[in-house]
């Protein structure tokens, strides 16, 4: 079961360029279970923070704040639920959290590109609810 959560680590990592990928040849499941709970507690400061400077740049737009709020649940909602159904394979065994928490670490840094969309397009562009700096 190890080698097959490394594999499944392995994908996912490779096909976002998670960080969790790093956390492939720490040694044992113990340290690799560390290391991606570290690399998912980055991911989640990163999201905070790009999450963060959009609310600021809303400030003045209560109204679209709270759908930023409303899809920011949402999305969370959403991550859990999709991984939870990703490592199930894993259910009730000890690469689980491991497992989980690369999905959880995947997925963020999936929805950071997306924020990070919104802080950096162009004054004009009807497609983005995010005033520029």
């Known amino acids: ?46 999201l905070n923070a790009d999450y963060n400077r959009i609310v600021q740049r809303l400030k003045t737009d209560p109204d679209a704040t709270k759908l930023l709020v409303a899809a920011q649940r949402a999305w969370i ?7 939870g159904f990703s490592s199930s394979l894993f259910l009730g065994g000890t690469l689980y959290p ?14 950071i590109d997306d924020l990070k969309a919104y802080l950096t397009c162009r004054e004009g562009d009807a497609r983005c609810p995010v005033p520029p700096k």
């Open 98 to 111: 491991t497992v989980f928490s690369a999905c959880v670490e995947q997925l963020t840094r999936k929805r």
């Open 1 to 46: 079961m190890r080698r097959l959560a490394a594999l499944l680590l392995a994908a996912m990592a490779s096909a976002s360029g998670a960080q969790a990928a790093d956390c492939l040849d720490v040694g044992p499941q113990s340290a690799m279970a560390e290391c991606v709970g570290n690399a998912r507690g980055r991911a989640d400061a990163d």
């Open 77 to 83: 909602v959403f991550r859990d639920a999709e991984c």
